[in-house]
């Protein structure tokens, strides 16, 4: 699998709040924000439910990883979905980063890859402590 998620059972808004609360307790911040309900209804005109990509990015990892490989760019930031269920819950998915960095043939990535995984599971903990 690429990612791991949890659900929680209540608005898209109060989801996401608690989804930056806790990404900010482990270091890391949001660098981008993908509203595709937004886009896909001033683009296209089609109503679909909550549905947002946030990037979120420790920087002191991405540094090391940026050192050891440059174009490591390409698999950053950090992507979690925050997507609205037919029957109102919000699904959290996280990008599993050591999943994703296997895709490098670098030993440092190789180690940091593992320690940004644990910090995003203890945030996706958080949301359903």
């Known amino acids: 699998m690429y990612g791991f998620n949890v659900t929680l059972q209540t608005t898209m808004e109060d989801a996401e709040a608690k989804v930056r609360d806790a990404l900010m307790e482990e270091g890391f911040g949001v660098l981008t924000e993908i509203d595709v309900q937004k886009v896909m209804k001033a683009k ?22 940026i050192d050891a490989e440059p174009d ?16 109102g819950d919000i699904n959290i998915g ?28 203890r945030v996706a903990s958080k949301l359903t402590a």
Do not use: W
């Not at 760019?73 to 029957?87: F, H, I």
């Not at 990008?95 to 593992?114: F, K, Q, R, S, W």
């Open 72 to 87: 490591i760019g390409l698999l950053l930031p950090c992507n979690v979905l925050l997507r609205e269920e037919d029957n």
């Open 94 to 121: 996280f990008m599993d980063p050591a999943a994703v960095l296997t895709l490098v043939d670098n030993p440092t990535i190789a180690e940091v890859a593992p320690v940004v995984r644990e910090k995003l599971q």
């Open 44 to 65: 296209l005109d089609i109503d679909r439910s909550g549905y947002k990509i946030l990037g979120a990015c420790n920087p002191n990892l991405a540094h090391q990883a």
